[in-house]
Each structure stands twice: as structure tokens, then as C-alpha cells.
């Protein structure tokens, strides 16, 4: 079976209540969920500027990995919004 890269990873949103942000959840170690209050800052945002707008809630705080392993995770997480946005275009025209 292939591995699946971001089986752990998801895109959330929620536009009837806060049409402007959007949401990363990672389910795998170490648990987070990553908020981010600007879509239109994020869309066309460099890594570096998505960490310096990024919200991360670690979702065990007593376990929430090494400073390594949290980097590891936003750097995913990163990887994941820019290849979901592609994907997104390539189905639905953008």
C-alpha cells in the first residue's frame, strides 16, 4: 500500500461564522490545530510569514513533542495547504 503523506492532515473552514480564516488540523504526533485569522494574508504567504500568522494550539499540552518535532509538523502542515490549494484548482478551476 502507498504511503499516504498527509493521511494525518486537514483543511478546515468555517465560512458562515468567520469567513475569513481557515483552520489546520493535524492528527498525528504531535496533535495540533492551526489557526489562521487571515485567508487572504494566507493564500499568498511564504512559510516564513505563515508562522509569523499562524495560531498553533498544541492539543496535548503536556505531550506536545520536542521543539523539532513541531517544526516537522508545521513544515508538513505547510507542504499539505500549498498542495490542497493546487489540487483544489486543478478539480474546480481557480
Not at 31 to 56: D, G, M, N, Q, T
Not at 60 to 84: A, C, H, I, R, Y
Request: aromatic share 14%; charged share 30%; proline share 4%.
Amino acid at each position: 500500500m502507498d504511503r499516504q503523506e498527509y493521511a494525518g492532515c486537514w483543511y478546515c473552514d468555517n465560512i458562515l461564522d468567520h469567513p475569513e480564516q481557515v483552520g489546520l488540523l493535524h492528527l498525528g504526533f504531535p496533535r495540533c490545530f492551526v489557526l489562521i485569522p487571515s485567508s487572504s494574508e494566507f493564500y499568498f504567504s511564504s512559510f516564513e510569514s505563515f508562522l509569523k500568522v499562524a495560531k498553533v494550539n498544541w492539543l496535548d499540552p503536556s505531550d506536545k513533542g520536542t521543539k523539532k518535532e513541531q517544526e516537522e509538523v508545521l513544515e508538513l502542515l505547510w507542504n499539505f495547504s500549498v498542495e490542497q490549494e493546487s489540487k483544489e484548482e486543478e478539480l474546480y478551476g481557480g
